[in-house]
């Protein structure tokens, strides 16, 4: 089962900036047992990979083909990966941070080198300043995870206060109520979860992939939760209820703690998305329903921690903010890094393979 939705269908990250560095999803690209296939493209930056992604994307839309565009968190502006649902088929930048490499050459995986339109002896005359770039973009994506690290120490110091005012009891009654509204009992074969990241710290800053939610059919639900642990406690006994019920999900993790924490849940047979939203993860849409989760935090608690709650609010908006800072000398470094190869391809022989890729995929 796939996200129904009208064309270009959702928009999400694979991959994100972390507390712990690059944290990569894009080992849910393709499913070898279920005949899933993957084509990984090589050929590094500035090779038109990217582009190639959108005209396949393009090709799907002009064929009211349901496709999800995964964008680059490093440049929002770009597209990281096209999943084709209907086909079968997930079309993916291969090279770091997100490296894939074929378990099943052949079978289950393709590689598609653009290198081989690129003009190796015109880069070697850079070489000096293409290693140094290379090297530097590097080195300011480990400075965005040291600020990220930082940052999650003060965010645990929110997270303790705010754990001591939950109401945990009143909680999971309201959760499991919560989920039952939306799925009945059991089913005798349980959905499946799929992970994607709907936010990530980017160069422009947090961003929040608004095409994600959906078309306009979809209902939404709108857990307004300045802390996060109460609407993660409510989405994951609703993905619970759901997987069991037989309905695949779309689980979303929070970037600043993609292992423990649910940001927002797609159930697309139920047509429902449930997401979370507060300072950091607006929400921009109109909601069937809005919950407040400040009913279950004790206000007492809170107001007896509220300078420290402040100055740990304040020290972690700025530590978000340098992260951004470091991922925006990042893209910097790596769009003088892009010009390189940009002057040494042959884009005119790069589109000709583009037109017969895209005539093999979608037929002639």
Avoid: W
């Amino acid at each position: 089962m796939h996200i129904q939705a009208n064309p270009p269908g959702a928009s999400f990250f694979l991959g994100a900036s972390t507390p712990g560095g690059f944290y990569s999803l894009f080992g849910q690209l393709a499913d070898p047992a279920g005949g899933g296939r993957l084509l990984i493209i090589k050929g590094g930056p500035g090779t038109g990979k990217s582009s190639l992604m959108r005209r396949i994307a393009g090709a799907a839309a002009q064929r009211g083909l349901y496709y999800e565009q995964i964008f680059c968190s490093s440049d929002p502006d770009s597209l990281d990966a096209v999943i084709l649902p209907g086909l079968g088929l997930s079309v993916a930048d291969g090279t770091p941070p997100h490296t894939l490499e074929p378990r099943y050459p052949g079978v289950c995986e393709t590689l598609l080198d653009l290198g081989r339109f690129r003009n190796d002896a015109a880069l070697a005359a850079h070489r000096e300043e293409i290693v140094a770039l290379t090297d530097e973009n590097r080195a300011q994506h480990a400075a965005a995870a040291a600020f990220l690290k930082a940052a999650e120490s003060v965010t645990a110091e929110i997270d303790a206060a705010a754990e001591d005012a939950l109401d945990e009891a009143a909680l999971h009654r309201f959760a499991v109520r919560f989920a039952a509204s939306f799925v009945a009992s059991a089913a005798s074969s349980p959905g499946r979860e799929r992970l994607r990241f709907l936010s990530a710290f980017t160069p422009v800053g947090i961003k929040v992939l608004d095409e994600g939610f959906g078309g306009p059919d979809r209902r939404t639900v709108v857990l307004r939760d300045e802390y996060g642990l109460a609407a993660n406690a409510i989405l994951t006994v609703l993905s619970q209820a759901a997987t069991a019920a037989g309905f695949d999900v779309v689980r979303c993790p929070c970037p600043t703690a993609p292992e423990s924490r649910t940001e927002h849940l797609f159930v697309p047979g139920l047509s429902l998305a449930v997401v979370t939203a507060n300072a950091f993860h607006p929400f921009p849409g109109e909601a069937e329903r809005t919950v407040s989760c400040a009913r279950f935090y004790d206000r007492g608690s809170l107001a007896a921690s509220k300078n420290r709650l402040r100055f740990c609010r304040r020290a972690r908006r700025e530590l978000y903010d340098a992260a951004v800072e470091k991922l925006a000398a990042a893209k910097g470094v790596h769009d003088a890094l892009e010009r390189h190869y940009i002057r040494a391809m042959d884009f005119s022989a790069l589109n000709g393979c583009a037109d017969r890729l895209i005539a093999d995929i979608f037929g002639a």
